[in-house]
């Protein structure tokens, strides 16, 4: 369920939570051998974009990668700067924005089928840019590159969509209700 933003004043205010959001989000890390850290970063992409839909989704996601590129510590592991974007985890962070447009796509639709499909897609999607900036970085096989940067969060992050998804409709209908003064 896409939050409905009825005014600037809202838009502006619900782009920059989602991406403050991420930003906290993603300093929930673990370490791995490998360097690409497990994050809650997939959930917070994919609850943006369930949330405010493709626009805004992408915006706050957008506004995220922008904070990171200018040095702030929004990254995992409070990182930041360009070079986070040249590293073996800039695949990732890249392809954080198509993932939160196939959500907020999915959520537009209003179907919980399509809605999962494209989420799925965009993680999908973020995979696959994650594997390849990580093989041409680390000058390894694109096989041992799914295997250390891919495999080992897949199940942790097809659950994360779906958790997104449904907490979106609950935090969609909670802040209705108090922009509503009760009512739903």
């Not at 990732?92 to 179907?111: E, I, N, T």
Request: glycine share 14%.
């Amino acid at each position: 369920m896409i939050l409905e933003l009825k005014n600037t004043v809202q838009k502006t205010v619900m782009t920059g939570v989602m991406a403050a959001v991420l930003a906290v989000l993603s300093q929930i890390s673990i370490p791995l051998p490998s360097g690409v850290p497990i994050t809650l970063q997939t959930f917070a992409v994919a609850l943006g974009g369930y949330l405010l839909g493709p626009a805004f989704g992408s915006a706050a996601v957008g506004v995220y990668l922008i904070l990171g590129a200018i040095g702030l510590p929004v990254f995992a592991g409070f990182s930041g700067g360009l070079g986070s974007f040249v590293g073996i985890t800039g695949g990732f962070l890249w392809s954080f924005l198509p993932m939160a447009l196939l959500c907020g796509l999915g959520a537009r639709s209003g179907k919980k089928a399509v809605s999962l499909a494209l989420g799925l897609a965009g993680l999908a999607i973020c995979h696959l840019a994650g594997c390849f900036q990580f093989s041409g970085v680390a000058n390894a096989p694109f096989s041992a590159a799914f295997f250390a940067a891919s495999f080992p969060f897949l199940v942790k992050d097809v659950i994360s969509v779906a958790l997104a998804y449904l907490a979106s409709a609950a935090v969609a209908a909670a802040l209705k209700k108090s922009w509503t003064g009760g009512t739903v």
